[in-house]
């Protein structure tokens, strides 16, 4: 499967934004989905991820009650809606696709699009 991340930019803090992934092919809905994020300097982290079905959905601590994923199995695609965004979710995210049968699965994930980048101004 190939992804292609896209909708970020930049937005002032309490802001919102939504990213978008695409997927390509015919399989999306056997794919559990997450999306990570990458800030200058920190490792990669997990944000949140969503199962095949869209029916279980886990965040990491830090985004919980902020952020929401979704998917979309009709057009290939998986969302995270940012709300509340602060400067310290600035970063690169990516989604990331893994064929697996753990709903709640949070990695490793076999594949990752390219990440688009997210900045906050305070």
């Known amino acids: 499967v190939q992804l292609q991340a896209y909708g970020g930019g930049l937005v002032q803090a309490g802001g919102s934004l939504r990213l978008s992934c695409a997927a390509s092919g015919n399989t999306f809905s056997a794919y559990v989905m997450g999306w990570f994020r990458q800030a200058p300097g920190k490792e990669r982290e997990f944000v949140a991820s969503?199962?095949?079905?869209?029916?279980?959905?886990t965040y990491a601590d830090s985004v919980k009650g902020r952020f929401t994923i979704s998917r979309d199995n009709a057009k290939n695609t998986v969302y995270l809606q940012m709300n509340s965004l602060k400067p310290e979710d600035a970063a690169v995210y990516y989604c990331?696709?893994?064929?697996?049968?753990?709903?709640?699965?949070?990695?490793?994930?076999?594949?990752w699009g390219q990440g688009t980048l997210v900045t906050v101004s305070s």
């Open positions: 969503i199962s095949r079905s869209g029916g279980t959905t």
């Open positions: 990331a696709a893994q064929k697996t049968l753990i709903p709640n699965f949070k990695g490793p994930y076999d594949y």
